[in-house]
């Protein structure tokens, strides 16, 4: 294992004191327990966002705190849940007076810290589970589908929402619809490597691709020779379709996102196939994403999402945004 | 070779159709010849910036295109320079009157095309010539000092001065003056791999780095055994301090530059590392970047820039840009 890091207990430390050191104008950096909040701190009477899971997906989550999305994040060590006093302890820092959405991606050990933490707490919380991998039905880490890229939608939708006054149900009840109108495929051709442990997650061959990858590493459909782009934006498109049943003429938003080891030369070749897939099933794709947002360390490749759009989403996608990772309109 | 493409000789014009699809509200693609520019066409009175190289370093140069940075990008073929009739044809398409400047990076076949270009061309044109990298004083495709990641930063700043009229001399000098105030040293964990050539272009244990490493994966100052994050933040700071004996309470620019295959995660535990080793100096980081922005294909690895600040260059650095790849303000 080669990577840029110094003690292999030290790299998240580490990481996200750069982090926060590199956008201190955006961010406050909190270590016992470790969580992130927006410089601004917490803004009366507008409902607070707060997400988190483990380390290894930058620059999800602390990357996507700032005006116009979370209020919040709390890391995990990599690829394990935060605990429940890192989430009491964010949420208490960032609530408003108009309670605290949790945005929870579904894995066994997220779902129960989050819990933990909604029952111990004092404030109004509410939970969005996002669960948006049509790839498998359950997997190594979730009783039922993983919650992977679009969850950077929700938090970013929601987080408009919040914005401009939605109360903590309205915002709950967005970010649950906006997950319901998402899908997601992923694919590996290399794996990840997690710290900690030195060597890789899973063997891959030369010449093979894990179709339906999961962000962890975990398994997904199948083991198959390596493919080509549009043999890969067929079959994750095609999925994703299968799975939200677009009619004719719906307007998506298409993200393409990498894995963490995979240049923009080729996410940008994937994402002219993953369009011409979505133009040959008759959808008109109204917005685009394209680059690392949601990773899995060092993987190569990358996963396609679809989120089906509405005049309101999109207005909410449109909505200014500053964060490290996400920004325009200001 | 694995890699998310169709067939090699396509990687490009498919990789520069998605990127024109993504982005279709702030570029136009052109083939044949191939360059981008603005969407929004040349802006009468205002000196055109024109950059360009080989492609596999993106986002550079396509994804600067926009307001407040270039108004065009010649991209060649991976790691080969565009070719002059690509240069004139983009120069053409964007001279507003106020001529135009080329921002080239010091590569052998860069500056013959640019210069080729340059004397084609009916129009005033004057050039920058980059060569921020200060590991090796010549190179295997350049007479004197590699043009690197400071690249970024002389488009950003010049393209801000030229949005707020200044001629194209003044564009030229700022330019000039921009490199000369900027270093950059680059470390390489892993080769990149061409497509068209299937192979990585060196080989590199298992245990092992390249200090000083080109973004062509050239050779740089010594074959070392690997190093912590603080050992590489120590020497790439401590050469480009020699280069550029910045005094005490400086204010700088510290650029972390992914290579392309190396994770967030990493890279900000980099900047960590190289934040302190500038405060150990007595430099005032006064702003920053952390990312992917003048990569080497699937290189692992990362690059170390800074840039001498003052009140201007800092208010260069802070103007509105919005481009695909670097976008605030707007």
Redesign the interface.
Known sequence: M?????AVDD??T??????G???ADIVSVHFEPMFVTRKAGPKAGKVALLSGGG??H??MHA?FVGYGMLDAACPGQ?FTSPTPDQMLAAAEAIDGGAGVLFIVKNYAGDVMNFEMAAEMSDGRIATVLTNDDVAVETSLHSQGRRGVAATVIVEKMVGAAAEKGADLDGCKALGERINAASGTMGVA??SCTVPAAGRPTFDIG??E?EMGVGIHGEPGRRRVA?M???A?AAETVGAICEDLKPGAGQEVLLL?NGM??????????????A?RQCEARGLS?AR???G?YC?S??M???SITLTKLDAELRSFWDAPVHTAAL????
């Open positions: 080669k990577k840029l890091m110094n790299v998240l580490e990481s996200l004191r750069g982090f050191a590199a956008h380390s290894g930058e620059p990357g990599v051709l290399t030369e010449n691709l390596m080509s782009a549009d890969i393409v963490g080891g995979t240049p923009l030369l080729e996410l940008y070749g994937m994402y002219d196939a369009r794709i685009s994403l394209v690392n990773t360390l060092d190569a490749g990358c920004r325009w309109g200001m």
